[in-house]
């Protein structure tokens, strides 16, 4: 790993420990480079922080690395290509009590990080820039992101997780190193920024904003960001990362409803209006109580397997449901609804042996044909399902 020492020496004598390591991940930014680190160096010098300018770079071939060592900069080489995996190979390589991460196209000014210092300082753990309360200059964010990518994605991400932070996408912000390192950050990608949010939110971390100017970057090329691929990366990351929305919110709803629907139309049709519904919406309602149903499960299951991973923090009131409800329950209510299942479907046999098993005329054995079905696929998906939880329940155990 090449190296410069910083031009600063360690807190309390220890050279390998500072108070701030400004950190910028870097790839083929040879125009804009040298820029940010003077910046960087000069608020160092200027504010009288014990710290170092960091640059992780991706594989540039522009003679980045050369640009930043020439100035004093520490170049740490990332091999895995990505934003995501250039940051966290940086943070592990940080020396500062606290890092303050930011582009090196030279879009965030270096020289007015006192306020992400300040709020270090009190003890916040992740200090995020606000671009929106800081202002954006004309030409610094495409029409796209400002007015639809950025707002709608921080929105999701505030009503997922309950998060504090307005700007999720932010590339200016400050944090606790070892605060930082014990969230375990893995995405590789763009969708690194909302990992980082998440992850401090969902684990209690003290988080807060401050006003943060972005300006047009500095370069000549386009930027390494792609807005539709970078932005359903991040929308996948907040669906993944929190299966109630993905699976639980989507899948009761839609079994509740095939539920009802079922209730209302197995006596007979409805009439609705001017509109009648018979046996062919009963169909479909008791594909939407199986669906919804199974949707249900997955959310139990990656909740318990993202917790077994730490991925996801552990859900405590579905562990406790879990240990209460058990196996053996799961598979008697299972076994009860295969039961049923197969009365109706005697039911339905009888209904046709009434028509000397020839053609059946009305609906009622239709409808029971459905219900049975329903009923037996339910049993049969709540006992496979419960086999699954106590293995990933062994698997936590190991």
């Known amino acids: 790993m090449d190296s410069v020492e910083p031009l600063r020496t360690g807190v309390a004598g220890d050279p390998a420990v500072l108070e701030l390591t400004i950190l910028m991940p870097c790839l083929n930014e040879a125009e804009t480079l040298g820029t940010c680190v003077r910046k960087a160096m000069g608020y160092l010098a200027r504010s009288g922080i014990v710290g170092e300018v960091l640059v992780a770079d991706n594989g540039s071939t522009d003679g980045s690395q050369e640009i930043a060592r020439s100035l004093g900069a520490r170049v740490v080489p990332v091999a895995e290509r990505g934003y995501g995996a250039a940051l966290i190979a ?5 020396r500062g009590r606290y890092v303050i991460m930011g582009d ?3 879009s965030y000014d270096f020289t007015a990080l006192d306020p992400f210092v300040e709020r270090l300082r009190e003890g916040y753990q992740l200090v995020m820039g606000n671009r929106f309360r800081g202002g ?4 610094a964010m495409p029409p796209l992101h400002r007015y639809l990518g950025n707002p709608v994605l921080s929105t999701i991400g505030r009503i997922f997780f309950r998060s504090p932070v307005k700007d999720f996408h932010c590339g200016l912000r400050g944090f606790d190193r070892a605060a930082m390192l014990a969230l375990d950050l893995r995405a590789p990608g763009m969708e690194f920024a909302s ?3 998440v992850k401090a939110t969902v684990n209690g971390l003290r988080i807060t904003e401050v006003p943060t100017t972005l300006s047009p970057d500095g370069r000549s090329r386009p930027p390494h960001l792609r807005s ?5 990366r991040h929308l996948r990351f907040l669906l993944v990362f929190c299966p109630r ?3 639980l919110v989507p899948g ?4 509740a409803a095939g539920l009802l629907a079922m209730a209302v139309l197995l006596p007979g049709p409805a009439r609705i209006g001017g509109l009648t519904f018979d046996v062919h919406t009963l169909l479909y309602a008791a594909g939407a109580t199986v669906m919804g149903f199974q949707a249900v499960q997955f959310w139990v299951f990656a909740r318990i397997y993202g917790a077994n991973q730490g991925v996801v923090p552990e859900a405590r009131r579905l562990t406790a449901a879990l240990a209460r409800f058990g196996l053996e329950p799961a598979l008697i209510v299972a076994g009860l609804l295969v039961v049923l299942g197969f009365g109706l479907g005697a039911t339905t046999v009888v209904i046709w042996g009434g028509e000397r098993f020839g053609d059946i005329h009305g609906t009622a054995a239709m409808r029971l044909s459905i219900a049975s079905v329903t009923s037996m696929l339910l049993g049969l998906q709540l006992a496979f399902g419960a086999f699954f939880v106590a293995l990933l329940g062994m698997m936590r155990a190991r």
């Open 104 to 106: 090196s196209d030279d």
């Open 245 to 247: 929305w993905l699976f």
């Open 228 to 232: 539709w691929r970078d932005g359903w």
């Open 252 to 255: 009761a709803a839609l079994f």
């Open 195 to 197: 990992e980082m949010v």
């Open 90 to 94: 940086g943070i592990a390589a940080a």
């Open 136 to 139: 954006i200059k004309p030409g």
